[in-house]
């Protein structure tokens, strides 16, 4: 019993490949058909209405949290009010729709009639022609042992009660192909194919209840459901996901001194005006006063264009006191990133940007002149002039022409 | 025509990583599709190859069980590993349709088997 049978070739040549080849033809022949002979139906009107209605109970379902408690109240309302509600259906009406609908309405019922019979035909006359020609010798051994009591199924034809149960008849060789050649069916014949009967006659039987059950369905839905809304959670959200964002550009930090752009003599000098002029703009970003007064010459003169005033500060205090402003005005979000693009001698040319910490957007660009001298050793910055270019006309920067206006303020009160 | 194509799991609005995640019904219905397609796909190249390499009865469900891992694996890294992106449960790339290909990948095994060794 264990020793394998030799099967004739021709077995395998004329029984096994044009049984398979057969069935996938005639599988894919039945899928044309029937698209071709569905393409008759006129929808209902009340029924589409119907349908449309309770995707739309549904959505209001899934996404109610994301409307406030009012709104969704009144939704509610419309949907399930007693008097007028479209989901409400009064009693009576109930329980006549679907039966009736099914049987007295003869499109649907030829419908179904079609569709059955695109199903059972093809299955009856394939299994009728394997009986009559294939019947009576093994067909193919199947690779897997299976009970005695499979003997009855598999081998039909067979009248050897000592032949392995692994060798079964075509019959079975019939019906392993109608089960295994669905997951093909759906590869080669896209998502919509008229293959698949089981899961066909599934839908046939939901089909008739589904408009006025399934109205009261999603009435009790709405009914239960609880309103818990969303929208205060979402702040957090959207904080949580901007702190992601921003561990992804890496800090660079707000002095990147890219030397290749500045041009300039060399000298030891140069490095320590430079040097000194990116402390300052350190201290800026530390918002260190001291480190910032340190820089500031004596005699420091300041001019800067985005102040209308126009009058130059002179002298430290004064320096310092609107250095102190700007730094208050820029709060704790708004830095310099700078860009030395010049520097000879003592002088230093710097081009800078004010951005937004977190995410990088440029508030405002402007460019600085600094003139430094040595005073007992140490280089200290005795001119500034900033210039800032006109953003005014722009609207997300009127940002900073509001820390203009208040700058502005601010001093002439100072002054006067 | 054929709407198997593997490679293209389209992404998902997850609209609340926290409490609720809601999720686009179409995307979500063409992920599971797509993997419906890969496993059909996958356990029908498995039975042809258990065929030809002349497995018997459990060894076959072995490399069947193995074959659908595999797929499983391949799947959870072509959605980037963060699957909740994609699906709504770990259950859905890993267990879906597992036993769905079952029948096909004993035909072809059957098929090939009996093409190669009991020609």
Redesign the interface.
Not at chain 2, 15 to 20: G, Q, V
């Given at each position: 019993m264990a020793e394998d049978l030799v099967l004739d070739t021709a077995i395998r040549d004329w029984v096994l490949i044009p049984l398979s080849v057969v069935m996938v033809l005639i599988g894919v022949l039945r899928y044309f058909v029937s698209k071709l002979m569905r393409s008759s139906q006129t929808p209902d009107l009340k029924i589409v209405k119907e349908g449309q209605v309770i995707v739309r109970a549904r959505n209001l379902r899934a996404a109610a949290n994301f409307i406030p408690l009012k709104a969704f109240r009144a939704r509610k309302a419309y949907f399930t009010n007693e008097e007028n509600g479209l989901l409400h259906v009064p009693k009576g009406q109930a329980a006549s729709n679907p039966q009736a609908q099914m049987f007295s309405d003869p499109n649907m019922a030829m419908d179904m009639m079609k569709k059955n019979l695109s199903m059972i035909i093809p299955q009856t006359l394939t299994f009728a022609w394997v009986n009559f020609f294939f019947s009576g010798f093994v067909a193919a051994k199947i690779p897997f042992p299976l009970t005695q009591r499979f003997r009855s199924m598999l081998q039909n034809g067979i009248d050897l009660s000592t032949v392995d149960v692994s060798y079964v008849s075509s019959r079975s060789w019939y019906f392993l192909n109608l089960f295994g050649l669905r997951g093909l069916f759906s590869l080669i014949l896209g998502e919509e194919n008229a293959t698949d009967d089981t899961q066909r006659m599934m839908q046939m039987s939901g089909f008739g209840f589904d408009p006025s059950k399934s109205l009261g369905a999603e009435k009790d839905g709405l009914d239960i459901i609880q309103h818990d809304w969303a929208m205060p959670k979402f702040e957090q959200r959207a904080e949580a996901v901007l702190r992601k964002l921003s561990r992804f550009f890496p800090s660079h930090s707000s002095l990147s001194v890219i030397a290749r752009n500045a041009k300039g003599s060399g000298g030891e000098e140069d490095g320590r005006a430079l040097e000194t002029v990116l402390k300052l703009y350190t201290a800026i970003k530390d918002r260190d006063l001291d480190v910032l007064s340190d820089v500031i010459g004596e005699e420091c003169r300041c001019v800067c264009n985005f102040v209308s005033a126009f009058q130059p500060w002179e002298g430290k205090a004064q320096a310092l006191v609107f250095f102190s402003y700007l730094l208050r005005k820029l709060g704790e979000h708004i830095d310099f990133v700078v860009q030395p693009t010049f520097h000879d001698g003592m002088t230093v040319g710097v081009h800078w940007r004010l951005e937004w910490k977190e995410t990088k957007i440029t508030l405002g660009e402007g460019f600085s002149f600094y003139m430094c001298h040595v005073y007992h050793g140490k280089v200290l910055i005795k001119n500034v002039e900033m210039f800032m270019e006109p953003l005014l006309h722009i609207e997300p920067l009127r940002l900073v022409s509001q820390y203009e206006h208040y700058i502005t303020f601010q001093l002439n009160e100072l002054w006067n | 025509?054929?709407?198997?194509d593997d490679s293209s799991v389209s992404e998902k609005k997850s609209?609340?990583?926290?409490?609720?995640p809601?999720f686009n019904v179409e995307n979500m219905q063409s992920n599971m599709?797509v993997i419906?397609?890969s496993r059909?796909?996958m356990?029908?190249i498995g039975g042809v190859i258990?065929?030809v390499l002349g497995?018997?009865?459990?060894m076959?469900?072995i490399f069947y069980f193995l074959v659908m891992a595999i797929t499983s694996v391949g799947l959870a890294a072509k959605a980037g590993f963060s699957v909740h992106s994609y699906f709504d449960s770990w259950n859905r790339i890993i267990l879906d349709g597992f036993l769905?290909?079952l029948?096909?990948?004993?035909?072809?095994?059957?098929?090939a088997?009996?093409?190669v060794?009991?020609?």
């Open positions: - | 025509m054929a709407g198997h609209n609340d990583i926290s409490d609720l809601t599709k419906y397609y059909t796909f356990s029908i258990a065929g497995f018997t009865s459990l076959g469900f769905g290909g029948m096909s990948f004993v035909l072809f095994w059957t098929f088997y009996d093409m060794h009991i020609f």
